[in-house]
């Protein structure tokens, strides 16, 4: 079992950047594949990006790609989301997940954060 604690959420304006962190605790990180996803109110929890244990295997929504990196540093037990040129349609909670390995579907991961709250204000 794993514990997971994002940070990093605030409020920013459009084009800013932002990193989102997700911190681990419990079992071992390094097994698990993860993944990020948002939720505006209102609407369902949607993919942003996944990544593979060892880091060498990603993917990203196509609202993201281009503007967001994942990635990971399993010796701090740490999942990032490097997020540049925001806009306002990326305003949302983001939550952090792990899972046995790469997906897109929230029902894929077993373990999540609470989340953290991005505003962006064009």
């Known amino acids: 079992q794993v514990q997971l604690a994002e940070s990093g959420g605030g409020l920013v304006q459009a084009g800013d950047s932002l990193r989102l962190s997700c911190a681990a605790s419990g079992s071992s990180f390094s097994n698990y594949a993860m993944a990020w996803f948002r939720q505006a109110p209102g609407k369902d929890r949607e993919f942003v990006a996944t990544?593979?244990?060892?880091?060498?295997?990603?993917a990203y929504a196509d609202s993201v790609k281009g503007r967001f990196t994942i990635f990971r540093e399993n010796a701090k037990k740490t999942l990032y989301l490097q997020m540049s040129n925001l806009k306002s349609e990326d305003t949302a909670v983001y939550y952090c997940?792990?899972?046995?390995?790469?997906?897109?579907?929230?029902?894929?991961?077993?373990?999540w954060g609470q989340g953290t709250q991005v505003t962006v204000s064009s």
């Open positions: 997940a792990a899972g046995r390995a790469v997906g897109t579907i929230p029902a894929e991961f077993y373990y």
């Open positions: 990544i593979g244990w060892s880091g060498g295997s990603t």
